[in-house]
C-alpha cells in the first residue's frame, strides 16, 4: 500500500498487526501484540477515541431543568395571589400551594384523576389550546358552603347539584383570572369553558401526548385537597423557552441593584391591622340593639386578637400601650 510519490527510505507500507492495532484503537480497545512480533511503530497515525451514548426518544422534547424552575418560580407567585384573594373573599384561611411540576403523558394524567372529582376545561388563549383543570372534591363542600354564608364546615364527598356547580364555577373562574395575571409575562391567558364529565376527558386532548402537569394542594380549615393543571405539548414547544430567557434576565441583577431595591422595598407601607377573627352575628341581635346595650360576642374570652398584614393573619397578638401610643405584643406566628 505504499505510495509511488513516496520519498526514498520512506517505507509508508502497514504490516498486518500495525493494521490490526488501528482497528482496535478505532474500537476503543487495547491493541494485542503478538508474542514475538515488534511493537507498532510510534508514528503510526493516532485514531481519535470517540464516547457514543444511546439516545431515547422517549425523552425528546423534554423539559429543561431551567425550565421547570422558571415553571416553578412562575407558579408559585400564583399560589401566593389565589391564597391571598380567596382568604379575603371567602373570609376565612385559604393556601395554596405549589407541590409539584412534572411532564407526563395524558393518559398518565387522567388515570390519576379520581372518581369523584371537579374536572373542566380551560381555553388558552392566544394559542387556541385547551388545558384540563382537576379539583378534588373534598374541599368543594367547604367552599360552597363558606359562599353561602355558612361556616365552613366539610361536607360529605357526593356529585354537586346544579346550583352548587354553579357556585364552584365561580370559584374556578377566580382561578383562571390568576393564572392570567401570573402567566402574563409570558403571554397567556386563561378562559373557564365548562365542567368536563369523565367520559369526556380523553377526547380533550391525546392520551399519549406529553403533558405539563402542575400539582397544587389546597387547604382551608376543614378541608384539604389537590389541584391539577395539565397542559399541552404546545404550550410547552412554543413558550418555555421565553419564560427561561426572561426569568434568568431577572434573577441577573448585580448586588448593588439587589440592595437598591431593598432599601426601597423596605420603606414601602403596607395596610396592618389588630383585631378579633372574624364571626357572626345574628340580624336580629343587631336590629334589637339600643343605647345602651351589650353585644355578646359568639366566643371564649381566651381567644386572642389576630396581627393582620394585607388582610393576611401573621400573629397571635395583644394591645398594649407604650405612653400615649397604643401597641401590640406579638406572640406566635401563625402557620
Known amino acids: 500500500m505504499g505510495s509511488g510519490t513516496d520519498k526514498p527510505g520512506k517505507d509508508k507500507t502497514l504490516k498486518q498487526d500495525e493494521i490490526d492495532a488501528l482497528f482496535q484503537a478505532a474500537q476503543g480497545q487495547s491493541p494485542q501484540v503478538s508474542a514475538g512480533q515488534p511493537a507498532p511503530a510510534a508514528d503510526a497515525p493516532a485514531v481519535p477515541k470517540r464516547r457514543v451514548q444511546p439516545y431515547s426518544f422517549s425523552r425528546a422534547g423534554q423539559i429543561s431543568n431551567d425550565q421547570m424552575r422558571a415553571i416553578s418560580l412562575l407558579n408559585d407567585i400564583f399560589a401566593r395571589n389565589l391564597t391571598h ?3 379575603v373573599w371567602l373570609r376565612s384561611p385559604f393556601q395554596v400551594t405549589l407541590v409539584s411540576a412534572e411532564q407526563i403523558p395524558f ?8 372518581a369523584l372529582s371537579y374536572v373542566c376545561s380551560v381555553r388558552l388563549e392566544p394559542l387556541r389550546a385547551i388545558s384540563v383543570l382537576q379539583l ?3 374541599p368543594a363542600p367547604t367552599i360552597i358552603d363558606l359562599l353561602l354564608g355558612g361556616q365552613g364546615a366539610a361536607g360529605q364527598l357526593r356529585e354537586l347539584t346544579d346550583i352548587e356547580e354553579a357556585i364552584l364555577s365561580s370559584v374556578i373562574e377566580i382561578i383562571c383570572r390568576e393564572l392570567s395575571a401570573a402567566w402574563e409575562p409570558v403571554g397567556l391567558s386563561f378562559h373557564y369553558e365548562q365542567r368536563q364529565m369523565q367520559t369526556q376527558i380523553a377526547h380533550l386532548m391525546p392520551v399519549s401526548e406529553k403533558t405539563l ?3 397544587f394542594e389546597v387547604k382551608l380549615e376543614a378541608a384539604s385537597g389537590l389541584m391539577n393543571l395539565a397542559f399541552p405539548a404546545v404550550v410547552s414547544n412554543t413558550i418555555l423557552h421565553r419564560m427561561v430567557g426572561d426569568w434568568t434576565r431577572q434573577r441577573s441583577h448585580n448586588p448593588e441593584i439587589r440592595a437598591r431595591l431593598r432599601r426601597s422595598l423596605g420603606q414601602t407601607k403596607v395596610g396592618a391591622a389588630l383585631q378579633l377573627p372574624a364571626f357572626r352575628v345574628p340580624a336580629r341581635q343587631i336590629e334589637e340593639m339600643a343605647m345602651p346595650s351589650l353585644l355578646r360576642f359568639p ?3 381566651t381567644v386572642r386578637p389576630q396581627m393582620r398584614i ?6 397571635e ?3 398594649v400601650r407604650y405612653g400615649e401610643h397604643r401597641g401590640a405584643q406579638l406572640g406566635e406566628r401563625k402557620a
Open 85 to 87: 384573594y380567596l382568604s
Open 107 to 114: 393518559n398518565e394524567f387522567i388515570a390519576r384523576i379520581p
Open 136 to 138: 378534588e372534591m373534598a
Open 213 to 215: 402537569c402542575l400539582n
Open 299 to 301: 366566643m371564649s374570652a
Open 310 to 315: 394585607a388582610g393576611v393573619p401573621l400573629y
Open 317 to 319: 397578638a395583644m394591645p
